[in-house]
């Protein structure tokens, strides 16, 4: 792809486990692709440093090359509203940071779009990837973060406050529990990264990420039966949203499915015994980097031909 392509933009995705940046286009392909850790501990203000600065970096590489760039679309984690973001517990501190005029401070001369990142790399897979041309589909997101998009009539559906799809929010047992309003996310809190990181350290004394248990499961039964409970957790949930939105194809994406070890085969067979109408079940095309893309796909829709930064605010509902 030529460093002049028309219509280039900076692509950001902020995570709660790694940062990206690269430079894209109409065809969604990427180049100038840089990341490195969020380090959540370091706290928001830090984190959303490292984020503009490791966009800054692609974006002089980029007109060093002589490319022109001409918007900065954003993916992030929770809600991004004009002076604060909602439903992102992963960095301390997200929620109080006013990321859109930060952004346009940081880059004064691009118009930018925001959008979470699990609606985002449903709207990449929508307009590149597995969703393409699907009118009912869903998009699932599997890793520290556990989320998902619902699309109707091929268009991503946002919700009466931007929140539809935040399965992570989902209660998880009969008992009054711990819940959105004492700042929890049940399922999240189970099945996601961090989550499973910590049942694990009950098990070997100290957190283990997924990546690790994949590596040791040959070999340690522990390892394997922890992973064999979550991969059945995460069938079943999958089986439930198919039978609650009857989707012709659900697409399942996030750091989690990138492993050749996940075991989408045997997810396909369950759903195809327990729902009432089986949807094709297959690997988002963009797996753990449909966000990035996602990006690249908002810039494209709402940042180009735009005099005002196209974030998300409560009363717009934009993804």
Known sequence: MSGTAANAVVALDIGGTKIASAIGDASGELRRWRTLATEAERGAELVLESAISLANEVLREERASGGDVHAIGVSTMGLTRSDHVDLAPNVPGWKDLAIPAMID???????????????????????????????????????????????????????????????????????????????????????????????????????????????????DRRAEALLQ????????????????????????????????????EDITRFVSRTVPYPPKVVRARFMGDASLHGAVAVALR??????????????EGRI
């Open 105 to 219: 401070k940081a880059f004064p001369a691009l118009p930018a779009a925001f959008g979470n990142d699990v609606k985002l790399a449903a709207l990449a897979e929508l307009t590149w990837g597995a969703l393409a041309k699907v009118a009912h589909g869903v998009y699932l997101n599997l890793g520290t973060g556990i989320a998902a998009t619902l699309v109707v009539d091929g268009q991503v559906v946002d919700g009466a406050h931007g929140a539809a799809g935040e399965i992570g929010y989902w209660l998880t047992g009969s008992a009054m529990p711990q819940a959105a309003a004492q700042g929890a996310a049940p399922t999240e809190e189970a099945l996601g990264g961090r989550g499973v990181s910590n049942r694990a350290a009950a098990i070997f004394g100290r957190p283990v990420e997924v990546a690790e248990l994949l590596s040791r499961a040959a070999d």
């Open 229 to 264: 409970h979550l991969w059945s957790e995460i069938a079943t949930l999958v089986a439930n949203l198919a039978i609650a939105f009857d989707p012709e194809v659900l697409a399942l994406g996030g750091g989690y499915v990138r492993s050749d070890r996940f075991p989408i």
């Open 302 to 315: 709402d940042g180009l031909g735009s005099a005002t930064s196209g974030w998300a605010s409560t009363e």
